[in-house]
């Protein structure tokens, strides 16, 4: 059985599978705000929808970061780092990326245990 969270036409927002959850690429509300507010919004997505699921940020298995500017790299790290549970760092790629839309800095994936 899969489960699916806010569930749209095009994409949901998180799946469920096997004691698995898988979110979408989580972006931040307010494009206007710069690095560090952009992941600070991002998190909190992916905090909310993991709760959703039944489960957070100490169970994550996977992470991939999407920034438009890898000059942004150390900006997004310092939010990340106040973030992620200590000892229980997900295995994590970040990369370079042009974006859907422009003035996003950000977006994460994540895959999480239940």
Known sequence: MIERIEAGH?????????GVAYLAGQVAADAT??????????????DALLSQAGTDK???LRA????????????MNKV????????KAPAR???????A???WKVEIVVTAAL
């Open 33 to 46: 705000a710069g690095i560090e507010n952009q992941t600070r919004q991002v998190l909190a997505e992916i």
């Open 101 to 103: 839309n422009p003035a």
């Open 10 to 18: 095009r994409m949901s927002e998180a799946c469920i599978h096997n």
């Open 93 to 99: 790629a970040t990369v370079e990326a042009r974006l």
């Open 80 to 87: 990340w780092d106040q973030w992620v549970a200590s000892g």
């Open 64 to 75: 991939q970061i999407f920034l438009a500017d890898i000059g942004d790299f150390a900006g």
């Open 58 to 60: 100490t169970r994550i």
